[in-house]
């Protein structure tokens, strides 16, 4: 009896969907507010790594000049101008890598976002009070409210860009009961949010010093 009564109480992203306008709206309104904030969250993390990428590839390329300038490697192993080779390449490298980072601007773009979910959120919370505090309003009063909020949410999101769908995803992930999500599901978009958030640049912060260590290995055997 307790379980049916679990089940029944359960609620679902759908239930919504049969409900009024101002349900629908409150649903909107609470996603569209938690994605904005997760995207947010998400540009600031690529901004440091992004940094963080820029940083250790100079590093490594101060590395890898150093490597002739106190003769660490064997000219009978690699050749000098494989060297020069490899210095010019990481530079240009560093050079657009650089360029395209900088171009995109994260953190004005995460700025924006959580300027958008504060104003989502206010939104939000007058719509709770309504529904909340307001007992029994007449039809005509919530037809109105809901005009009026709607108007506003429209307005709010016409000023400002739209996130990504992982950052949607996310926020259902963050919900899974709520959104019927189960592990796997939770599991496939943190990961596709890996994959597109900081993969590249793990990459490029772990994989040069692994070839550098092994030219050394190579050259000292």
Known sequence: MNKKRTLEKKKSYKDYLDKTFLEELNYKIWSTKGSRFNANKRL??????????LSMLSVYLIAVGLLSVYNIYSTETIDE???????TCLSILLLVFGQIENAKDFSTKAKQFHTCGLELSKLYNDLRIFKTLKEKPK?????????KVSDKYERILERHENHQPIDHNMFKASKADYHELNKIDVFKIKSDYYIKTSLIYHILI???P?????????TNT
Do not use: M
């Open 44 to 53: 600031l993390k690529v901004a440091d790594l992004s940094n963080l990428c």
């Open 81 to 87: 101008n494989l060297i020069a080779y490899s210095i």
């Open 139 to 147: 039809l005509s009063e919530k037809k109105e409210f809901a005009e």
């Open 206 to 208: 772990i994989l040069p």
């Open 210 to 218: 692994i070839i550098i260590i092994g030219l050394l290995i190579k």
